[in-house]
Protein backbone atom coordinates (compact mmCIF):
# COMPACT_ATOMS: atom_id res chain seq x y z
CA UNK A 1 0.00 0.00 0.00
CA UNK A 2 1.29 3.62 -0.97
CA UNK A 3 1.75 6.68 0.99
CA UNK A 4 2.83 6.86 4.67
CA UNK A 5 2.00 4.29 7.23
CA UNK A 6 -1.10 4.37 9.43
CA UNK A 7 -2.53 2.93 12.39
CA UNK A 8 -5.24 0.43 10.93
CA UNK A 9 -8.16 -1.01 12.63
CA UNK A 10 -7.65 -4.28 14.23
CA UNK A 11 -7.14 -6.91 11.27
CA UNK A 12 -9.95 -9.07 10.14
CA UNK A 13 -9.12 -11.63 12.60
CA UNK A 14 -10.78 -10.17 14.77
CA UNK A 15 -14.66 -11.23 15.66
CA UNK A 16 -16.56 -7.89 16.57
CA UNK A 17 -16.32 -4.09 15.01
CA UNK A 18 -13.35 -2.01 16.75
CA UNK A 19 -14.42 0.10 19.72
CA UNK A 20 -13.04 2.88 17.44
CA UNK A 21 -16.13 3.03 15.22
CA UNK A 22 -18.14 4.17 18.59
CA UNK A 23 -17.89 7.37 18.35
CA UNK A 24 -19.19 7.61 14.43
CA UNK A 25 -21.99 5.05 15.30
CA UNK A 26 -22.99 7.23 18.16
CA UNK A 27 -23.56 10.55 15.68
CA UNK A 28 -24.57 9.16 12.97
CA UNK A 29 -28.41 9.78 12.37
CA UNK A 30 -30.26 6.63 13.16
CA UNK A 31 -32.68 7.15 10.43
CA UNK A 32 -29.58 7.33 7.75
CA UNK A 33 -30.90 5.03 5.03
CA UNK A 34 -30.18 3.67 1.55
CA UNK A 35 -30.15 6.99 -1.26
CA UNK A 36 -31.66 3.84 -3.63
CA UNK A 37 -34.06 1.94 -1.56
CA UNK A 38 -36.34 2.76 1.78
CA UNK A 39 -35.47 0.76 4.24
CA UNK A 40 -38.60 -0.98 6.49
CA UNK A 41 -36.74 -2.63 9.18
CA UNK A 42 -36.03 -6.75 9.27
CA UNK A 43 -37.98 -8.69 7.75
CA UNK A 44 -37.03 -11.56 9.77
CA UNK A 45 -33.94 -13.49 9.41
CA UNK A 46 -33.77 -16.63 6.47
CA UNK A 47 -33.30 -19.69 8.13
CA UNK A 48 -31.61 -22.97 6.92
CA UNK A 49 -34.40 -23.94 4.63
CA UNK A 50 -33.60 -20.88 2.51
CA UNK A 51 -29.93 -21.65 2.26
CA UNK A 52 -31.09 -25.71 0.52
CA UNK A 53 -31.06 -24.23 -2.95
CA UNK A 54 -29.04 -25.48 -5.98
CA UNK A 55 -25.69 -23.07 -6.70
CA UNK A 56 -27.64 -20.91 -9.93
CA UNK A 57 -31.07 -20.68 -7.91
CA UNK A 58 -29.77 -19.79 -4.38
CA UNK A 59 -26.85 -16.89 -6.51
CA UNK A 60 -30.04 -15.41 -7.59
CA UNK A 61 -32.32 -15.85 -4.39
CA UNK A 62 -29.51 -14.09 -2.84
CA UNK A 63 -30.16 -10.82 -4.83
CA UNK A 64 -32.54 -8.15 -3.67
CA UNK A 65 -31.72 -10.44 0.63
CA UNK A 66 -30.14 -8.29 3.64
CA UNK A 67 -26.50 -9.22 4.93
CA UNK A 68 -26.64 -8.09 8.69
CA UNK A 69 -23.67 -7.90 10.62
CA UNK A 70 -23.91 -7.04 14.52
CA UNK A 71 -20.54 -5.10 15.86
CA UNK A 72 -19.43 -5.82 19.45
CA UNK A 73 -21.01 -2.99 20.51
CA UNK A 74 -24.14 -4.24 19.86
CA UNK A 75 -24.56 -1.74 16.91
CA UNK A 76 -25.68 -3.55 13.50
CA UNK A 77 -24.39 -3.02 9.99
CA UNK A 78 -26.49 -3.87 7.08
CA UNK A 79 -26.08 -4.34 3.18
CA UNK A 80 -28.43 -5.38 0.42
CA UNK A 81 -27.15 -8.16 -1.83
CA UNK A 82 -27.12 -6.43 -5.56
CA UNK A 83 -24.75 -8.85 -7.27
CA UNK A 84 -23.49 -12.47 -6.66
CA UNK A 85 -21.17 -15.08 -8.09
CA UNK A 86 -22.48 -19.04 -8.33
CA UNK A 87 -19.03 -21.71 -8.33
CA UNK A 88 -20.26 -25.20 -9.57
CA UNK A 89 -17.51 -27.29 -8.12
CA UNK A 90 -17.13 -30.51 -10.08
CA UNK A 91 -15.75 -29.89 -13.38
CA UNK A 92 -16.32 -25.95 -13.05
CA UNK A 93 -12.72 -25.08 -13.31
CA UNK A 94 -12.49 -21.76 -12.12
CA UNK A 95 -13.97 -23.03 -8.72
CA UNK A 96 -11.88 -23.97 -5.52
CA UNK A 97 -13.61 -26.93 -5.00
CA UNK A 98 -12.71 -27.93 -8.91
CA UNK A 99 -12.34 -31.45 -9.25
CA UNK A 100 -13.86 -32.65 -5.81
CA UNK A 101 -10.76 -31.25 -4.39
CA UNK A 102 -10.99 -31.05 -0.78
CA UNK A 103 -8.57 -28.90 1.53
CA UNK A 104 -8.29 -27.48 4.79
CA UNK A 105 -8.86 -24.37 3.07
CA UNK A 106 -11.88 -24.38 1.08
CA UNK A 107 -13.64 -26.92 3.59
CA UNK A 108 -16.90 -24.54 4.00
CA UNK A 109 -17.81 -25.12 0.28
CA UNK A 110 -18.72 -29.17 1.05
CA UNK A 111 -20.34 -28.50 4.50
CA UNK A 112 -24.19 -27.93 4.90
CA UNK A 113 -25.73 -25.55 3.22
CA UNK A 114 -25.47 -22.13 4.42
CA UNK A 115 -22.15 -22.96 5.50
CA UNK A 116 -20.14 -19.54 5.30
CA UNK A 117 -16.69 -19.49 3.68
CA UNK A 118 -14.08 -17.37 4.08
CA UNK A 119 -10.68 -17.01 1.82
CA UNK A 120 -8.39 -14.46 1.34
CA UNK A 121 -7.06 -13.33 -1.88
CA UNK A 122 -3.84 -11.26 -2.55
CA UNK A 123 -2.74 -11.90 0.88
CA UNK A 124 -4.42 -8.99 2.59
CA UNK A 125 -8.09 -8.93 1.73
CA UNK A 126 -11.01 -11.56 2.34
CA UNK A 127 -14.26 -12.75 -0.39
CA UNK A 128 -17.42 -14.35 1.87
CA UNK A 129 -19.05 -17.38 0.08
CA UNK A 130 -22.22 -19.36 1.31
CA UNK A 131 -22.35 -23.14 0.72
CA UNK A 132 -25.08 -24.21 -1.50
CA UNK A 133 -26.46 -27.58 -2.21
CA UNK A 134 -24.16 -29.90 -4.62
CA UNK A 135 -20.76 -31.01 -3.62
CA UNK A 136 -18.18 -27.95 -3.49
CA UNK A 137 -20.58 -25.53 -3.91
CA UNK A 138 -20.90 -22.27 -3.08
CA UNK A 139 -22.33 -18.48 -4.14
CA UNK A 140 -19.43 -15.40 -3.94
CA UNK A 141 -21.42 -12.02 -2.46
CA UNK A 142 -20.05 -9.87 -4.55
CA UNK A 143 -21.63 -6.24 -4.17
CA UNK A 144 -23.68 -5.11 -1.61
CA UNK A 145 -26.06 -1.72 -1.31
CA UNK A 146 -25.53 -0.35 2.13
CA UNK A 147 -28.39 0.36 4.07
CA UNK A 148 -27.78 0.86 8.08
CA UNK A 149 -24.31 2.15 9.15
CA UNK A 150 -23.02 3.51 6.74
CA UNK A 151 -20.47 5.52 9.02
CA UNK A 152 -19.29 3.01 10.47
CA UNK A 153 -18.77 0.73 6.91
CA UNK A 154 -17.08 4.19 6.14
CA UNK A 155 -14.52 4.20 9.03
CA UNK A 156 -13.69 0.46 8.62
CA UNK A 157 -13.15 0.68 4.61
CA UNK A 158 -10.89 4.48 5.39
CA UNK A 159 -8.66 2.66 7.78
CA UNK A 160 -7.55 0.69 4.92
CA UNK A 161 -6.87 3.41 2.47
CA UNK A 162 -3.85 5.45 1.92
CA UNK A 163 -3.67 8.67 3.47
CA UNK A 164 -5.97 11.78 2.24
CA UNK A 165 -7.72 9.70 0.04
CA UNK A 166 -11.38 11.24 -0.82
CA UNK A 167 -14.30 10.26 1.06
CA UNK A 168 -15.91 7.15 -0.48
CA UNK A 169 -19.75 7.50 -1.44
CA UNK A 170 -22.31 5.11 -0.49
CA UNK A 171 -22.41 3.34 -3.59
CA UNK A 172 -18.62 3.00 -3.34
CA UNK A 173 -18.54 1.43 0.02
CA UNK A 174 -19.58 -2.71 -0.64
CA UNK A 175 -19.55 -2.69 -4.09
CA UNK A 176 -16.86 -5.48 -4.33
CA UNK A 177 -16.48 -9.23 -2.99
CA UNK A 178 -13.51 -7.10 -0.42
CA UNK A 179 -14.75 -3.94 -0.11
CA UNK A 180 -18.07 -5.58 1.53
CA UNK A 181 -15.95 -7.80 3.76
CA UNK A 182 -14.10 -4.93 5.25
CA UNK A 183 -17.12 -2.28 5.27
CA UNK A 184 -18.62 -4.84 7.71
CA UNK A 185 -15.86 -6.06 9.39
CA UNK A 186 -16.13 -10.07 8.06
CA UNK A 187 -13.06 -11.61 9.77
CA UNK A 188 -11.47 -14.90 8.33
CA UNK A 189 -12.73 -16.07 11.97
CA UNK A 190 -16.15 -16.22 10.16
CA UNK A 191 -15.35 -18.83 7.93
CA UNK A 192 -17.47 -22.51 8.01
CA UNK A 193 -20.01 -20.22 10.97
CA UNK A 194 -23.49 -20.99 10.14
CA UNK A 195 -25.41 -17.99 8.03
CA UNK A 196 -29.10 -19.52 9.29
CA UNK A 197 -28.04 -19.71 13.28
CA UNK A 198 -24.76 -17.49 13.96
CA UNK A 199 -25.61 -14.29 16.01
CA UNK A 200 -23.31 -12.28 14.73
CA UNK A 201 -23.50 -12.13 10.86
CA UNK A 202 -27.18 -13.24 9.26
CA UNK A 203 -29.43 -13.11 6.24
CA UNK A 204 -33.03 -11.16 5.96
CA UNK A 205 -35.66 -11.02 3.64
CA UNK A 206 -36.41 -8.03 0.99
CA UNK A 207 -36.38 -5.00 2.91
CA UNK A 208 -38.80 -3.28 0.04
CA UNK A 209 -41.29 -6.09 0.30
CA UNK A 210 -42.11 -9.08 2.65
CA UNK A 211 -42.10 -10.78 0.03
CA UNK A 212 -39.46 -12.09 -2.70
CA UNK A 213 -39.73 -9.07 -5.11
CA UNK A 214 -36.81 -9.86 -7.21
CA UNK A 215 -37.92 -10.45 -10.81
CA UNK A 216 -36.85 -12.47 -13.61
CA UNK A 217 -36.53 -9.18 -15.90
CA UNK A 218 -34.03 -7.04 -13.13
CA UNK A 219 -31.73 -10.07 -13.23
CA UNK A 220 -28.63 -9.18 -15.16
CA UNK A 221 -26.39 -12.94 -16.10
CA UNK A 222 -22.84 -12.47 -16.87
CA UNK A 223 -19.55 -14.11 -17.33
CA UNK A 224 -17.98 -14.02 -13.87
CA UNK A 225 -14.60 -11.71 -12.99
CA UNK A 226 -11.51 -12.16 -12.62
CA UNK A 227 -11.35 -15.27 -13.99
CA UNK A 228 -9.90 -15.24 -17.58
CA UNK A 229 -7.43 -17.82 -17.58
CA UNK A 230 -10.15 -21.00 -16.98
CA UNK A 231 -10.92 -20.99 -20.60
CA UNK A 232 -14.56 -21.69 -21.52
CA UNK A 233 -15.49 -21.81 -17.96
CA UNK A 234 -14.47 -17.64 -17.74
CA UNK A 235 -17.51 -17.12 -20.21
CA UNK A 236 -20.27 -19.30 -18.31
CA UNK A 237 -23.00 -16.48 -17.10
CA UNK A 238 -22.78 -17.09 -13.63
CA UNK A 239 -22.25 -13.71 -12.19
CA UNK A 240 -26.17 -12.54 -11.80
CA UNK A 241 -26.65 -8.59 -10.75
CA UNK A 242 -29.60 -6.27 -10.14
CA UNK A 243 -29.82 -4.29 -13.79
CA UNK A 244 -29.36 -0.56 -13.59
CA UNK A 245 -28.07 -0.54 -9.59
CA UNK A 246 -25.44 2.12 -8.96
CA UNK A 247 -23.68 -0.31 -6.30
CA UNK A 248 -23.03 -3.15 -8.71
CA UNK A 249 -18.97 -3.51 -9.50
CA UNK A 250 -18.80 -4.25 -13.14
CA UNK A 251 -21.34 -3.58 -15.56
CA UNK A 252 -21.73 -5.41 -18.46
CA UNK A 253 -23.69 -3.61 -21.17
CA UNK A 254 -23.88 -6.51 -23.69
CA UNK A 255 -24.97 -9.30 -20.93
CA UNK A 256 -27.50 -6.76 -20.06
CA UNK A 257 -28.60 -6.90 -23.69
CA UNK A 258 -28.81 -10.92 -24.11
CA UNK A 259 -30.50 -10.70 -20.51
CA UNK A 260 -33.46 -8.94 -21.85
CA UNK A 261 -36.59 -11.28 -22.14
CA UNK A 262 -36.32 -13.10 -25.88
CA UNK A 263 -32.28 -12.11 -26.23
CA UNK A 264 -31.24 -14.72 -23.10
CA UNK A 265 -31.07 -17.63 -25.66
CA UNK A 266 -29.22 -16.04 -28.56
CA UNK A 267 -25.79 -16.47 -26.39
CA UNK A 268 -26.53 -18.98 -23.94
CA UNK A 269 -28.75 -21.89 -23.46
CA UNK A 270 -31.69 -22.03 -21.21
CA UNK A 271 -29.97 -24.20 -18.96
CA UNK A 272 -26.78 -22.55 -18.16
CA UNK A 273 -28.79 -19.13 -16.69
CA UNK A 274 -31.99 -20.90 -15.29
CA UNK A 275 -30.77 -24.22 -13.64
CA UNK A 276 -27.82 -26.36 -12.42
CA UNK A 277 -29.26 -29.61 -14.08
CA UNK A 278 -26.83 -30.81 -16.60
CA UNK A 279 -25.54 -27.29 -16.96
CA UNK A 280 -21.82 -28.42 -17.16
CA UNK A 281 -22.17 -30.51 -20.46
CA UNK A 282 -23.30 -27.62 -21.95
CA UNK A 283 -21.58 -25.60 -24.66
CA UNK A 284 -22.91 -22.12 -25.65
CA UNK A 285 -24.50 -21.58 -29.23
Given at each position: ?????????????????????????????HREQSHYFSFRGPQGRLGTEFFHQSCIHL???????????????????????????????????????????????????????????????????????????????????????????????????????????????????????????????????????????????????????????????????????????????????????LRGHPCVSVVNKEAERLSLPGNVMKRWSQ???????????????
Amino acid sequence: MAGRKRKLLPSAEDGGCSSECKPAERNMDHREQSHYFSFRGPQGRLGTEFFHQSCIHLAKAFLGKVLCRRCADGSELRGRIVETEAYLGGEDKASHSAGGKRTERNTAMFMKPGTIYVYPIYGIYLCMNVSSEGEGAAVLLRSLEPLKGQPTMRHLRTARRKEGARLLKDKELCNGPSKLCQALNIPRSFDRRDLASDPEVWLEGDPDSGSDSTQPQDIVCAPRVGIQSHGEWAEKPWRFYLRGHPCVSVVNKEAERLSLPGNVMKRWSQSEVQSDAGQLHIKQT
